[in-house]
Structures are given as structure tokens and as C-alpha cells.
């Protein structure tokens, strides 16, 4: 303030018995005091934060803050407000120096002197950049928290700590409730669209999705426990056969079909359980024991097998060498479908034998051995006749 003769007038801060704040200016006989709580209810301090800018950037306009560019920004994150002046501001003006060619939508960062308590008019309740290390920068895209940030086409987060889709209360990095989509952008068809891998020893996850030339969709899912990848573990899903299996292995050790059928090294079970025809331990199954249903309770028009020994006599036990190695003994599944079709498996030609179930045969050979006891009996019987004629004991 200054008197008639241009001369400053000296100025003194009080503070009344109510907190409020005034200044007094002190002119030869006359006191003035001027009220000034509500120029100092916030605070200056230094801030930082991110928002969006909600105009294009203006120059040499009222009002004139210091450095004529200004825009004003939306606050979405206050990063920095070590005094706690910038506390509830939802809108704020920036003053700066050198144009940056800010528009409405840009998202920037703002680094720079809050005044929100005692300052100069055109300084009052902006942001000012008024330091060599204050900045307005813009960032690109940003979201109304502020922990993401866009630079080029890479998106990361600003802080540590969890995201949450879904829920406000993450358990982990990135928590997820609800269903979630990912969906592959093409290319190499070996690119898994989605990866989990331990850093360093090679232990890793890895999802695939392929249009196999059926045009079914498979999804595939691999397990690698070790940098030898061929020793790992993988996970098929296509066209209602789900295979588990070594990643480089054909045919996978286990499949699986939509209509419960198993196949134990059989690529297209037929069975509710298969093994593959080969010779020697990779096509045989052991147990303590098979057990076959065969309750009276399931059975109907049963009726005894007629001339079952004329049957067995039909039927030839060889010695053989299977094709692809090893020694056996058995009978020729086209022989017995001849004489038993009940016990002989054919391709779905209906034609070619395939195999034979070897346990049907036992009620057949026992009702052989039942004929053939039988007649034994009626021998016996005809020869005690015999002796009795001859009068021999």
C-alpha cells in the first residue's frame, strides 16, 4: 500500500482472538486493518500430478498468469503434495513459459508451485511453472487414476502394486472376477497368446489356439518343466478329443473323447478303454483281477449253447510270431468268427476280424466238457453192462 506521496506504506501481519489473520497497515495517525483468512485458506506448496486438459491451450489472454500459456486440467491423481495444499482440488489452471501445444483430451503430468493461500492475483489458485525442474509433459493416454501411462504402444503401470478387474480388493498382481476373454491377434501359429514362465530356469506355461484345416478349434496348453522342452508336458483340446501327453511324442499317452471313450496310446478311441495292437508291454494291461457283469438280473432268452463240443472242434490253438515281435500262442479270430462270431471284435467294416475275447470262450469249453463228460459216463455205463452179460465183475 502507498500514501499520497507514493511512498509504501509499512505493513504488519496480526492475528485477532478468533485465528483470523490480518494485515495492518500502518499510515501516521491511522491503523487499517484489512481481513484476510480467505486468502490464506489453502496453501502454497509444490505438486505434482497427472489430469486431463479440458481446453486447448491459450495465450496472451485474460486471465494473464506468469508465462501467458495456460490450460486448464482436470486432476485425476495427485502424485506429490508434500504440505497438503493441494488437498480437494478437482480444477486447476497451469501457467507456463514456452507453449507445448496442449488440446482438450491430451493427459499430462504437472510438476510446478500451488498457490493456494497468500499470493500475487494472477498467481491465485493456479499451478505455476516457474522453475528450471518444473514441467507440464504430456504423457498420452492416461485413466482417471493415474497409475496407467501410454508411451508409444506400450501401456504400464505408474505405481507398485495389485490390479483388480472386477474387484476393488486384488490378492495378487492381476486379479480378475468374472469371466475373462483373450483373444489372439494371428500370425506365427507357434506365438502362444498366452505365457506364464518362471524366470530363468525355463519352467514354463504356454497356451496355444489354432483352426486346424477342419476348421475345428483346438486349444492346446503346455507344460515344460525344464529348458528341454520335447520333455515337457501338453494339454489338447480339439474336436471333442482331449489328449494329455510329451509335447514331441506321437500319439499322445492319454485321450480322452467327448463320449467318455479312452485311449491309452490310441489316438481315436473306439472303446471305452483301448491299448494300441503292439506286442510286448506298450499293448497289455495288468491287474489283480478283471471282473465281467454278469447278473441274471441283465440277461434275458437264455438258453444253453448246442454241440459246444463240435464247436471246440473247429477251433485250432496255434503257436505264432506277432509282425512286430514277440512270440505267442492263441487262435485265428477269423476261424472262431466263423464258429463263435459272440466272441470276435471286426473293423467297423464289419468284415475284418480284429480280435477275440478270449473269455467268452469259457462257457463254451464248458459245456464242451460237460457234453464230453457226459459221454464218458454213458461209456462207462455201456461197458458195466457189458461185464455184467460176460458175467465178469
Known sequence: MFDKAGQMVPQQWLTNERGQTMI?????????????????????????????????????????????????????????????VFTGVAQVEVCYKEGQRLVAGDCVEVLGLYWGGTCPKQYCSRVQISEKDHYILRIGYCCPDGDWQVRDSNMYSIPSGNVGIGTQTPQGKFHVKGDVLIESAGGNAFDPPLRVQHPGDGRSLAAYLSNPQDGNVQVELQLAGGRMLPWGWSLTAASGLFTLGSIMVLPPALN????????????????????????????????????????IRWKTNIRPIQSAMEKVRQLHGVMFDWKDGGR??????????????????????????????????????????????????????????????????
Do not use: M
Not at 52 to 66: F, G, K, Q, S
Not at 271 to 288: D, H, K, M, V
Not at 359 to 373: F, H, P
Open 24 to 84: 495492518a497497515r500502518i499510515i501516521p495517525s491511522i491503523c487499517i486493518l484489512f481481513l484476510t483468512s480467505q486468502l490464506i485458506a489453502g496453501g502454497n506448496g509444490l505438486v505434482r500430478f497427472r489430469g486431463t486438459v479440458t481446453a486447448n491451450e491459450r495465450h496472451n489472454v485474460i486471465p494473464i498468469c506468469y508465462g501467458d500459456y495456460f490450460v486448464p486440467v482436470t486432476v485425476f491423481a495427485v502424485i506429490e503434495d508434500p504440505n497438503r
Open 328 to 393: 505267442d500262442i492263441g487262435l485265428i479270430a477269423e476261424e472262431v468268427g466263423q464258429v463263435v462270431p459272440e466272441a470276435v471284435e471286426y473293423e467297423p467294416n464289419g468284415l475284418d476280424a480284429a480280435a477275440i475275447d478270449y473269455g467268452r470262450l469259457v462257457a463254451l469249453l464248458v459245456e464242451a466238457l460237460k457234453e464230453q463228460d457226459a459221454k464218458i459216463a454213458r461209456l462207462e455205463q455201456q461197458i458195466q453192462q457189458l461185464r455184467q452179460i460176460a458175467g465178469r465183475p
Open 256 to 295: 480322452i473323447t467327448s463320449t467318455g471313450n479312452v485311449g491309452l496310446g490310441v489316438t481315436s478311441p473306439t472303446y471305452r478303454l483301448e491299448l494300441p495292437n503292439t506286442a510286448g508291454p506298450a499293448g497289455r494291461g495288468r491287474a489283480n483281477a478283471w471282473t465281467n457283469y454278469s447278473s
